[in-house]
């Protein structure tokens, strides 16, 4: 106290300290700073008071306006469900293979579809639905279908899956390992003949009669695959597992077979609908053909 002094340039009284020569003044904060820091003081207590506040063990004090953000979103979501079920309604009634019919009603499927694919499949078939040919998911863009293409045959896929450990109706092929069952020069032979079928390589005899002794019940004597059995098609530039002669000749000795999860447990029905109208939209999606089954009569189903 007694080093304050009144500082005459000012007329204001100093602090009392002194450092190196230099004074601070004790100039008194502005009336209106002052009213703003009890009010911002005034509000924080109402805050605390009217909403969640203070962190307890396995929740916060609620309030007592009973407001919490978690809340809110749940208003927001019943509001958005209820404004989609007149829609969802008529989806339910609606067969799949007649969604085309109705283009408003295809596109708030293939819009809700979007969502649920990002949601439940992005995770394998990509944000973009490109797949990965390293890890053998398949690309969803192309037109190339192991099960059939059309929103049914989609719908199918979804709902039981492939190779789903369990499901009675889970779509399931297998390749046998050739691993042991052919000479080196038979093998080469029959990697030659498989790239010759879309054009990369050079197709032989030998290879051709490996082929069909090995291949042709499955595949197709041309290459064109069988969707029965999920066989892949041969003949075109689409590969699921790589075209290169390594990756065929690995295939054919230890062949590679992925499995997707039969979602028809997981997922309602509407939204499983949905996400097959989306698949389908993606650019490869077939027009949905009834086909009357005579087992005296082949059927070529090419993509």
């Known amino acids: 106290m007694a080093n304050k002094r009144i500082d005459e340039p000012t007329g204001t009284q100093t602090v009392g300290h002194e450092w190196d020569g230099i004074e601070e003044l004790d100039t008194p904060l502005p009336r209106w700073w002052l009213w703003t820091f009890y009010l911002t003081i005034i509000f924080a207590i109402g805050y605390v008071i009217a909403f969640p506040a203070w962190p307890m063990l396995d929740r916060a004090t609620s309030g007592l306006l009973g407001w919490s953000s978690r809340g809110q979103l749940a208003e927001e979501v019943d509001l958005a469900q209820v404004a989609q ?30 969502a649920a694919f990002a949601v439940n499949c992005s995770q394998c078939h990509g944000s973009g639905a490109a797949g990965s040919q390293r890890l053998g998911y398949p690309n969803l863009n192309d037109d190339d279908w192991l099960w059939g293409g059309d929103l049914k045959a989609i719908e199918y896929t979804i709902v039981n899956g492939i190779r789903q450990p369990g499901h009675p109706d889970t779509r399931s092929s297998v390749m046998p390992a050739f691993e042991g069952a052919f000479e080196p020069q038979q093998l080469e032979a ?20 490996t082929f069909a002794d090995n291949c042709a019940a499955c ?78 009569v082949e059927v070529d189903e090419q993509p």
């Open 85 to 114: 079920q007149g829609m969802r309604d008529t989806l339910a009634r609606t067969p799949i293979e007649r969604l085309p019919d109705d283009s408003a009603l295809m596109a708030q499927a293939v819009a809700g579809g979007r």
């Open 190 to 209: 029959l990697v030659s003949h498989v790239l010759s079928l879309s054009g990369k390589g050079r197709s032989t005899s030998l290879g051709a009669q």
């Open 219 to 296: 595949h197709g004597n041309q290459g064109q695959g069988n969707r029965e059995v999920g066989a892949p098609r041969l003949n075109d530039a689409i590969w699921l597992r790589g075209g290169t002669a390594e990756d065929i000749r690995r295939q054919v000795l230890q062949p590679r077979m992925g499995a997707m999860p039969a979602w028809g447990d997981r997922l309602d029905p509407v939204t499983i609908k949905m996400l097959a109208a989306y698949v389908h939209s993606l650019g490869g999606g077939e027009d949905f053909v009834e086909v009357a089954k005579d087992p005296e």
